[in-house]
C-alpha cells in the first residue's frame, strides 16, 4: 500500500477506536473524531482529565482501528505525543479543517491536543475472496 492510498483512506473517514493501556497495563478503548495530516500523522484532541490522556502521559504507543464500515479496516499503531509551538498550530489548523466545532472546544479548560506519529499500518479489505491484508512499517513509506 502506497503513502497516497495509506493518506486517501485515512482522510475518508473521520473516527477511529484508539486503545491505550493503563500504568498498570489495563487495557482501555474509546472513539475519537481524528484529522490526518500529509505527513499521515493523525491529530485528535480530549480533555487532560481523559483515560487516555493519563495512559498517553504514562505509556504513549497507542493503536487506533479506523474505517470498520464496508469490511476494510486500516490498523495504526504508533507514538503518541502533545505537540507545542508551531508544531501544534499546524496540527489544529489541520484538525479544525476537519472539525470546525473542534474552535469551540479550543476554549475548554483542560483541552489537549494528541499527535500520533504512526510507526505500523495494517490494511485489511473482507469484499473479496481471500481478503486483501497489507502490512507496512512507517519506515518503508
Do not use: C
Not at 473482507?126 to 512507517?138: G, K, Q, W, Y
Amino acid at each position: 500500500m502506497t503513502r497516497d492510498e495509506l493518506l486517501a483512506f485515512l482522510n475518508a473517514h473521520r473516527w477511529a477506536v484508539e486503545a491505550t493501556v493503563t500504568a498498570s497495563g489495563a487495557p482501555q478503548a474509546a472513539v475519537i473524531g481524528y484529522a490526518a495530516t500529509e505527513r499521515l500523522e493523525i491529530i485528535f484532541d480530549t480533555l487532560k482529565t481523559s483515560r487516555k490522556y493519563q495512559n498517553i502521559l504514562s505509556a504513549p504507543k497507542m493503536t487506533l482501528v479506523i474505517g470498520w464500515d464496508d469490511a476494510q479496516t486500516l490498523q495504526v499503531e504508533g507514538v503518541a505525543d502533545e505537540p507545542t509551538g508551531a508544531a501544534l498550530d499546524l496540527l489544529k489548523a489541520r484538525y479544525f479543517e476537519v472539525f470546525p466545532d473542534g474552535h469551540e472546544r479550543e476554549a475548554w479548560k483542560d483541552i489537549a491536543y494528541i499527535r500520533v506519529k504512526p510507526t505500523w499500518f495494517r490494511y485489511s479489505d473482507f469484499r473479496a475472496e481471500p481478503p486483501t491484508i497489507i502490512e507496512v512499517n512507517a519506515e518503508q513509506i
